[in-house]
């Protein structure tokens, strides 16, 4: 029987973590360990969740670390680097689980031969809805069965050895799952999507580590644009990679119809591919595998 972490990274959710922390309690398997990496800065936090979160440490029913660095991947690496368990089960922090969430994750790396797997996620009506079919199928990173960030599970020792999450995606991130299913497809490993260890993902709008507006916008633009200058073959080169970008964040309908808004949309989606291009071609930064050049998780992209 393997041993289970759970790594929970969060900003400004701490209320939505403590509940997540009690149904993982409460299940049918409960885990070896509860690893809470919060980046929330002290001035924004919530004295009773925080409270409650206090009971939990004192307990020792979670391990919580703070982290200064406020990134999602950093958080995800932080975790794994303080887990002791032989699979680390990696959750977002505002969704809710079933009692026996964990022991179908158990059934899985049962096979030996398996390396890492990812549950069904079920959304709010404004998420499209990524995993729709209820049949386990082959986790290819080109497809809607890679792995899913708030909801996947990794033996350790594999995580390590990809080098982790690459931390030149920046703060909530965007496909940087995406990137480390596609590295574990080329590496040879073997990942399936499964609905039995599934969830269901609030999509709260506060917290989290997301900016607003702008922001935002350029956040999402270069993380895409980075993970498919990395990975060129997943959409098919620059030029349908430039094509996708100005759909997605300037010839979008909520700019069309806000036409004032369209020379802004182009100037921050040329500065974040500028800083993914800048990004992509110093290499990936993987502070798990000692090739990491410097502590930042960023690359000085600015928008």
């Known amino acids: 029987m393997s041993s289970m972490s759970v790594i929970i990274p969060t900003i400004g959710r701490m209320f939505w973590v403590n509940q997540l922390v009690s149904s993982l309690l409460h299940g049918t398997k409960k885990p070896d360990e509860i690893i809470v990496v919060d980046q929330t800065p002290e001035a924004d936090r919530s004295p009773i969740s925080y409270k409650e979160m206090e009971g939990f440490i004192e307990g020792k029913a979670v391990k919580y670390i703070f982290s ?20 680390l089960v990696f959750l977002d922090d505002d969704i809710f689980v079933p009692e026996y969430f964990l022991e ?29 079919p209820l049949v386990q199928q082959e986790s290819l990173p080109t497809l809607p069965t890679m792995l899913r960030g708030g909801n996947f599970a990794i033996r350790r020792s594999v995580f390590l050895r990809l080098g982790g999450m690459d931390e030149r995606f920046v703060r909530a991130s965007d496909h940087e799952d995406w990137d480390l299913a596609w590295r574990l497809h080329e590496g040879g490993f073997k990942a399936v999507w499964s609905p039995g260890p599934w969830c269901y993902h609030a999509a709260i709008g506060e917290g989290g580590g997301r900016w607003k507006a702008f922001q935002g916008t350029a956040d999402r633009a270069y993380n895409i644009a980075y993970f498919h200058l990395r990975h060129p073959a997943a959409l098919g080169g620059k030029a349908k990679l430039a094509k996708h970008m ?32 800048r990004a992509a071609q110093a290499g990936p930064l993987l502070p798990l595998s000692g090739e990491a050049k410097a502590n930042s998780p960023h690359t000085g992209y600015e928008a």
């Open 246 to 277: 100005t759909r997605q964040f300037i010839l979008n309908r909520a700019n069309l119809s806000r036409p004032w808004r369209l020379p802004r949309a182009a100037w921050v989606t040329a500065i974040a591919w500028r800083g993914a291009a």
């Open 68 to 87: 200064e660095v406020a990134g999602l991947v950093h958080a995800r690496n932080v975790g794994a680097v303080a887990a002791c368990s032989e699979i």
């Open 104 to 132: 179908e994750y158990e059934k899985h790396f049962k096979d030996e031969g398996l390396d890492a797997a990812t549950g069904m996620i079920l959304v709010h009506s404004r998420d499209d809805g990524t995993f729709k």
